[in-house]
Structure formats: C-alpha cells, structure tokens
Nanobody, 123 residues
Framework: QVQLVESGGGLVQAGGSLRLSCTASARTFMFKGVGWFRQAPGKDREFVASISWSRETYYADSVKGRFTISRDNTKNTVSLQMTGLKPEDTAVYYC?????????????????WGQGTQVTVSS
C-alpha cells in the first residue's frame, strides 16, 4: 500500500522559513515524479512545486525564488524548503506522487496523495 507522510508544517511569522518533508516506503518514489500542492480555506488545490525522477524542477510563479524542492532517493524523501514566507502561503500542503517519471503539475497527473500538513504564516 502506498503511503506518503508529510511533516514539518507549523506556525511561522511572515518572512520566516519552514522545511516540509514527504517520506514514503521503499520504492514508492522510484522512477516517479513528486509534487507539492496546497489548498487554502475556500480555495481549490493548487500546484506549488514538482520534481521529476531526473531532478528537473518546476515551480508556481507565486513561489518561484522562495521555495526549493529536492529529493533524496536513498531515503525515499522529497523536501520543500520554504523561505520568505507570506501570509498568503497559509494552506494545507500536500505531497503527491506522479503517475510517470515526469514532474507532475496538474492534479490529474497524480496517483497518490498524502494527508497534508498545515502551514500557517502570521503577519
């Protein structure tokens, strides 16, 4: 059974940093792209960042230059380093596995989702 477990969320002041991690069981991420998405109250889930099996990365314009996605295939972990956080970054952040080795961007490209971790940025 595929399980994705996010960690690292929390409350931070504007301008601060957080590092989210997504850990999966062995081989879950093998030859797969992985993405981070977020959903704020009353809004649709939106793409944040993704990384392909070969480590190509893609970012939403709203986080470009502030967030960095990376992966450690030896630890089956994908991380999202978030800096310069803004109140509008407040959301539940979801880790997601892509259906292919490409970096997933639209939600339709996802086959498994994590349960999410809350990120709250205070002004």
């Amino acid at each position: 059974q595929v399980q994705l477990v996010e960690s690292g969320g929390g409350l931070v002041q504007a301008g601060g940093s957080l590092r989210l991690s997504c850990t999966a069981s062995a081989r879950t991420f093998m030859f797969k792209g992985v993405g981070w998405f977020r959903q704020a109250p009353g809004k649709d889930r939106e793409f944040v960042a993704s990384i392909s099996w070969s480590r190509e990365t893609y970012y939403a314009d709203s986080v470009k230059g502030r967030f960095t996605i990376s992966r450690d295939n030896t630890k089956n972990t994908v991380s999202l380093q978030m800096t310069g956080l803004k109140p509008e970054d407040t959301a539940v952040y979801y880790c997601a596995r892509g259906r292919t080795s490409a970096a997933p961007t639209p939600p339709a490209a996802i086959d498994y989702w994590g349960q999410g971790t809350q990120v709250t940025v205070s002004s």
